[in-house]
């Protein structure tokens, strides 16, 4: 199996880079801009003569979320515009996509986790350039998987766990947001799924594969406040407080969901994959960033 990446620089994409090597069945190329810009059909063009994929995965995206809020046409391009075009060249060649997005697709007012079927309706413009996106891909390319995940975390790059064991060193306190819901997913758990999910659509006939939209996130639920508790109790003794606050006490420029958990049961009742519990990949990016 071949996999071209579209985009290299996300956590995403990192952990699949990461995780490629380790699977002798599988060829991957990940390409990032200026080689491939998502919003440039030539771009795409060459990029599918040269790989040849036998599916593409596409981790390209606008993902700053609060600047998105004042980048409208910028996230919109990318987001909604780019997973359009490379969905649209992929079905002229009869490939396979893999399209993230994400749990802010929906407006965060459930108590209960959201399935795939749930309305969407997201207060964001991040997460309407995303719902755009998902659009864009279901129109134009009947041989799709979307998979939207949440609060990825990583060993790759900037994120709260990398950010949180800074400020433990750093800062006076941390006082992080406990009235928000989430999954937290690791980015290498992910990446093994979607590996396995382009595993399936490469290696099955077209009617054969079941697809469309699928919530692939961490087990379990937290807040922040809970992924910084036991980041900070796996990261060893520290002096610094840990400081339970609300929402109104964060103020952000977009606003984030009081409850954003993934219902990821269709996942596993039809992939037969199951991400591993939030806290066991923050057990393990957090011994992976002391090891380096």
């Keep these: 199996m071949r996999l071209l990446i579209a985009g290299w620089q996300g956590q995403i994409a990192q952990a699949l880079i990461d995780s490629v090597p380790a699977r002798r069945d599988i060829e991957a190329c990940a390409i990032g801009r200026p080689a491939l810009d998502i919003c440039k059909v030539g771009s795409i063009e060459r990029a599918l003569a040269d790989v040849r994929p036998s599916v593409i995965i596409n981790t390209a995206a606008y993902t700053a979320v609060d600047a998105a809020e004042d980048q409208r046409e910028r996230a919109f391009a990318l987001n909604r515009d ?16 893999i399209q993230l997005s994400t749990d802010y697709v929906f407006d965060g007012k459930s108590t209960f986790p959201y399935t795939e079927t ?15 996106g998902e659009a864009a891909v279901q129109e134009v390319n009947p041989k799709h998987i979307i998979l939207r995940t949440a609060w990825v975390y990583s060993p790759f790059g900037r994120n709260f766990i990398t950010n ?24 290498p758990h992910l990446a093994e799924a979607i ?98």
Aim: net charge positive; aromatic share 6%.
């Design 82 to 97: 780019g997973a359009r075009l490379i969905a649209v060249v992929a079905a002229k060649r009869g490939i396979p996509i």
């Design 195 to 292: 590996l396995a999910i382009a595993a399936r659509v490469a290696g099955s006939n077209e009617s054969d594969v079941p697809w469309g939209i699928y919530h692939a996130a961490g087990g379990g639920r937290a807040s922040w406040f809970d992924v910084a508790q036991r980041i900070l109790a796996l990261a060893g003794p520290t002096n610094v407080p840990l400081c339970r606050i609300t929402s109104a006490e964060y103020p952000t420029r977009a606003q984030r969901l009081s409850n954003s958990v993934l219902d990821c049961s269709k996942l596993e009742n039809v992939f037969q994959i199951t991400l591993p519990d939030w806290s066991e990949g923050v057990s393990l990016c957090v011994d992976r960033l002391r090891s380096q």
């Design 164 to 187: 949180t064991l800074q400020r433990a060193r750093d800062a006076d306190q941390l006082r992080v947001v406990g009235d928000q819901l989430g999954s937290p997913t690791y980015a």
């Design 118 to 132: 749930d309305r969407t309706e997201p207060i964001t413009v991040y997460g309407q350039s995303r719902l755009a």
